[in-house]
């Protein structure tokens, strides 16, 4: 069986000629390879220097076909959008002769002309993965029509949380992101890990205002003096618009420290080490694959009730909910979190790996072949919407 994927996945090409593309998806990919004789994935291609998180592919079957980047709020990026789809579209035809079953990644700008299209158009087998918030309020016309398509769709769509009134066809699916070598190595990190020695506190992500890192460092400065000592690191990892901003603001917060973008091994080694994992996020949210694995090494996340975050995270369970993203809502979190018994620390960490589980690569290959790729009547929509 031959998979088609089409997604807007950042791809860059190195000196060398070798592609390397956004590595939570690159990872993703190179665990299908052993479901598929030939992965087919086409996406965008960019000029300049990856982030330091773009990985290859290591599966030999896996081939990417390179699609100029579309898509962006300006005036000027829509017309270019409906400028060049007719190149796209031609791509996207000419590669389901190819496949037995096709995947679309949404939203996205291209998703737009293409969804109706794959609709109304192919009678291939497929699938469609909302990756962004399934509820989320006022989203942008161009996501609330991708999404409008795919509630009143036959093919399967797969989707964050698990909503009232979710369409039949509509499936709650866990995005993964660990191996069985990651997972089971967290059990490890976790049976070492206590709230004795100095403690570390984390992010990762798009580093803005909006995701809730500045909510999150302003909190840590409204701690008490001895309680700050407590904390030996805040560790910021990622990048975005406000990076620069907030370097400046605490460069002298020798324990704030700003790394950029990570590879995803550097990564993990900060959650190994951290503690709990700070999101008061106001931003539309699906739910973002860094809890699932902080969770794994035992860095309990402290976070936002939005979108389908809290469809996962418990309070007091496997972590703690924020009632508010505001800083003193943080502070509260925080000195509460500081006083976890060790047996309620052990346990919530353990209620954290529970739902890590739901997060590795083979868990979702099973789902996967059972729930879309060997379900009757799961794919062919013969009648359009």
């Not at 991708?146 to 866990?174: A, D, M, Y």
């Not at 469809?311 to 508010?324: K, Q, W």
Request: aromatic share 12%; charged share 20%.
């Amino acid at each position: 069986m031959k998979l088609l994927i089409i997604s807007h996945t950042e791809h860059y090409q190195l000196p060398d000629g070798t592609v390397v593309g956004w590595g939570a998806t690159v990872r993703e990919l190179n665990a299908l390879a052993d479901m598929f004789d030939d992965i087919y994935h086409m996406a965008m291609l960019h000029e300049g220097t990856p982030p330091l998180s773009a990985l290859p592919y290591t599966a030999q079957n896996i081939h990417f076909i390179p699609l100029k980047p579309l898509g962006g709020k300006s005036l000027i990026a829509k017309i270019q959008l409906l400028w060049h789809m007719s190149g796209v579209i031609h791509q996207v035809f000419k590669y389901l002769k190819k496949v037995e079953v096709f995947q679309f990644r949404a939203p996205t700008g291209i998703g737009v002309v293409l969804i109706p299209l794959l609709t109304f158009f192919t009678r291939k087998h497929g699938w469609y993965k909302y990756a962004g918030n399934w509820r989320q309020q006022k989203a942008p016309l161009g996501y609330a029509w991708q999404r409008w398509c795919l509630k009143h769709q036959r093919r399967t769509v797969t989707i964050n949380g698990f909503w009232p009134q979710q369409p039949k066809h509509c499936l709650s699916f866990e995005n993964p992101c660990l191996t069985a070598a990651e997972y089971a190595l967290g059990a490890e990190v976790c049976q070492a890990k206590s709230l004795d020695k100095p403690l570390e506190l984390c992010y990762a992500g798009r580093v803005e205002f909006e995701k809730g890192v500045g909510t999150f460092l302003k909190a840590y400065e409204a701690l008490d003096p001895k309680l700050q000592q407590r904390i030996s690191t805040v560790h910021i990892v990622g990048e975005g618009k406000d990076l620069e901003t907030f370097k400046a603001q605490y460069r002298n917060q020798d324990r704030i420290r700003f790394y950029g973008a990570l590879p995803g091994n550097r990564l993990f080694d900060i959650y190994k080490t951290s503690h709990f994992f700070v999101m008061p996020t106001t931003a539309s949210e699906g739910f973002p694959k860094v809890l699932a694995e902080a969770m794994n090494f035992g860095c309990m996340p402290m976070v936002s009730d939005i979108s389908a975050i809290g469809h996962y995270i418990h309070n007091g369970v496997n972590g703690f909910l924020l009632e508010a993203p505001n800083a003193q809502e943080v502070t509260n979190g925080i000195i509460k979190a500081l006083q976890l018994s060790p047996h309620m620390h052990q346990a919530m960490m353990k209620a954290g790996r529970d739902t890590a589980a739901k997060f590795t690569f083979e868990h979702y290959q099973k789902r996967l072949k059972k729930d879309i790729l060997e379900a009757p009547n799961t794919f062919k929509n013969k009648d359009g919407l």
